[in-house]
Every structure is written in structure tokens, then in C-alpha cells.
């Protein structure tokens, strides 16, 4: 499926998991899609209901079922979104797409490790084939001209069944339309995505869950090695000097290189021949200003 592919079609319109559904291919045909007008936060709603057998929603008490197949929870807006570390995600309405995906896994916990850097390279290329070209910031963001235009979380829960199986939960927020007054409540430049890919949002978030779903198996299968060589051709500071942050501090200063086969940042510093490799936490990277 290909851009060229819709109907022009307004984002103002509302998502409907019908369409999503015709969407979206063979790959995603066994996920459940669901649509809500709005909700505090995606990932908190998909999480409860892996943990426990009925959850409530935020929007007054409905119940909502247990989770038994890979589940795509869509809102139109979000009151109470997160980041990385807990930060908040602040949008409005028709702002952003924002959605999470309940994947669960087979495979031991520790082998999530680098999934962020997996969902980032589907995010980019999945934007690659609507004609948007963007870039991929360590650990979990997407940029656009160096901007922020996406942004990943993704949290784990362990389902109370006998066998104990793994969930991820995959928190993604895109932004299509932030104003600048709300730019300036976020404190930053944030880029948003073109008004051409995002004309028809059904069509957009299907592809996303489309190829979520292929890689996702990818993952499970293959691990992050199917993923590092795509994303090291996306890094946005590929063989730039940047700065490591740790709750504003400087921890580390040096030539960006790329990710190794577990997701870990390769900086190479003065100190040193062989390059140091940083571990993803709540650190943050910034170019190094001449």
C-alpha cells in the first residue's frame, strides 16, 4: 500500500476502526483495532488490561476486555500522555495521532531490549513510503529537519496466566498539527507531519499497524540484529559530536556512531581508542554547539 493509493480525505475527520481494518494488511488481519474519542493515556489503558482479567476505562467506568490477541487503541486525544521518564506528552485535539499497540511475545524479557530502536525504524520507513523523510534520534524519537515529530514509549507487563506471557506496549504519538502556542507550552520546536501524508489518518495508521505487525514478528525472530543496519542509515547524528545528558548533567562528549547489535549508543570520546557504548535510560543527547 502505497500514499498515492488514497482519496483525499480530511484529518479532521474522525478515526474509525472500520476503515483502519479494511486498511490494513494480512499482517495486522489477527489485531484487534479499537477507536476512542479520548482517554488519559493509551498505554495505561492497554497495561490494566493486560494485568487483570476487565479494566475501566477513563471515560467514566466502562468496561473494557482482557486482552487475548495483539490490541490497537487509537484516541483522538489523550489527557494525561506520557513520555520517556514520565515526562508528559501534551497535545489537543486532532494535534497528533496517538495510539499504542499491545504486542505480546513469547521470548524472555531482556530480549525487548532495543525494541524502541525496532519501532523507530518502522515508524521512518513506513513515512518513507508516504513521501516523508525523517531521521532517528537515540533512544526513541523521531525527527523531522531536526525537530521532534514522534516519539516512542514502550512499556511491559506480564499477563497473570499460567504462562506468564509478555506483553509490550508500544506508546506512539505523531504529530500532525501543533500549534505554536501549544509548541510553547511544550518548551520546544516540534515539527509536524505533511498535510499530504496526513490527509487520511485511517489510511496512515494502518500502515503504521500493518507494518508494526511484520516487524514485530521480525523481532520476535530475529531480534534487534534485523534492525540495527536500518537504523544506523537513519541516525540524525551519524559522525557528529554530541553531548550525553543525565538530568542536565554531562556525562559523556563525542563522535556519534551508530547503535551496536543491543541498542546501545557507540560514542566515540578523546579519552580513549576503542569507543565507549551507552545504555539506554533517562539520558538525553544533544549536538554538540561549536
Known amino acids: 500500500m502505497t500514499a498515492q493509493s488514497f482519496v483525499p480525505y480530511s484529518f479532521a475527520t474522525p478515526l474509525s476502526a472500520a476503515r483502519i481494518a479494511a486498511f490494513a494488511g494480512h499482517h495486522a488481519e489477527h489485531c484487534r483495532i479499537e477507536v476512542v474519542a479520548e482517554t488519559g493515556s493509551t498505554n495505561a489503558d492497554l497495561l490494566a488490561r493486560v494485568s487483570i482479567n476487565n479494566a475501566f476505562d477513563n471515560a467514566g467506568g466502562k468496561s473494557s476486555p482482557a486482552l487475548t490477541a495483539p490490541t490497537l487503541l487509537a484516541a483522538e486525544m489523550q489527557t494525561a500522555g506520557r513520555g520517556r521518564a514520565g515526562r508528559p506528552w501534551l497535545s489537543a485535539p486532532s494535534a497528533a495521532l496517538t495510539f499504542s499497540l499491545a504486542w505480546p511475545f513469547s521470548c524472555p524479557l531482556q530480549a525487548l531490549v532495543g525494541l524502541p530502536l525496532a519501532v523507530g525504524v ?31 514509549l514502550i512499556e511491559t507487563a506480564t499477563a497473570p496466566t499460567q504462562d ?19 509548541q510553547q507550552q511544550i518548551g520546544r520546536s516540534t515539527a509536524n507531519l505533511p498535510s499530504a501524508a496526513a490527509q487520511d489518518r485511517d489510511l496512515l495508521l494502518a500502515s503504521l499497524l500493518t507494518a508494526l505487525a511484520r516487524n514485530m514478528q521480525q523481532f520476535e525472530s530475529e531480534g534487534l540484529a534485523a534492525f540495527v543496519e536500518r537504523w544506523n542509515r537513519l541516525h540524525a547524528f551519524a559522525g557528529q559530536q554530541v553531548v550525553i545528558l543525565d538530568q542536565g548533567q554531562t556525562l559523556h562528549e563525542g563522535q556519534a556512531l551508530g547503535i551496536d547489535h543491543i541498542g546501545r549508543l557507540l560514542l566515540q570520546t578523546d579519552h580513549g581508542s576503542a569507543p565507549i557504548a551507552i545504555m539506554a535510560g533517562d539520558i538525553s543527547l544533544r549536538p554538540k554547539e561549536d
Do not use: H, M, Y
Open 122 to 152: 518502522t515508524i521512518a520507513e513506513t513515512l518513507a513510503d508516504f513521501g516523508v523523510t525523517v531521521q532517528l534520534k537515540w533512544p526513541n524519537d523521531v525527527l523531522q529537519g531536526g525537530r521532534k515529530l514522534a516519539g516512542i
Open 164 to 182: 506468564k506471557q509478555v506483553w509490550a506496549v508500544i506508546g506512539i504519538g505523531l504529530n500532525i498539527a501543533i500549534s505554536e502556542q501549544l
